[in-house]
């Protein structure tokens, strides 16, 4: 679901929480990250912040 594209808000959550927890829970790079779900290193970045603000709002926590 978050590799396809699209603007539906459940999906752009998802992403953003995907790329907010990949880059600072794993440590993975933001290109790196980019490869994966198809995105451009810029647009990781924002999605990252965009998911830092989701995850608090929510009060979401990773479970490790």
């Not at 679901?1 to 933001?30: D, P, T």
């Not at 198809?38 to 929510?58: F, K, L």
């Amino acid at each position: 679901m978050i590799y396809s594209k699209g603007r539906r808000q459940l999906q752009v959550q998802a992403k953003n929480l995907f790329c907010h927890w990949a880059v600072n829970e794993s440590g993975m790079s933001r290109t790196e990250i980019a490869k994966r779900p198809g995105m451009t290193q810029p647009g990781v970045g924002y999605a990252t912040i965009r998911g830092a603000q989701i995850a608090q709002r929510m009060n979401y926590k990773l479970v490790k």
